[in-house]
């Protein structure tokens, strides 16, 4: 989920690029070229690794406290 959002994140940069650069349209590589020419920095690899694990954290928190507080309100 996270991969599309990044992916739709890029075209949109790309296409802004496309129409905000002065360059002609035959200098201008595809957007599946221009991609690939983009190197991805190791920490970038590392920061959505992290975001992953604090999604998860946050879940387990939620469910951990609805399970709480589900199990307090039957007991009653």
């Given at each position: 989920m996270l991969k599309y959002f990044r992916r739709r994140k890029k075209r949109k940069l790309?296409?802004?690029?496309?129409?905000?650069?002065?360059?002609?349209?035959?200098?201008?590589?595809r957007e599946e070229v221009a991609e690939n020419m983009i190197p991805i920095p190791q920490a970038d690899k590392q920061q959505s690794h992290l975001t992953i694990l604090y999604i998860l954290l946050g879940v387990a928190v939620v469910v951990?406290?609805?399970?709480?507080?589900l199990l307090v309100v039957y007991s009653i």
């Open positions: 790309y296409r802004q690029w496309v129409e905000r650069s002065s360059l002609p349209p035959e200098a201008i590589p951990l406290c609805t399970g709480l507080i």
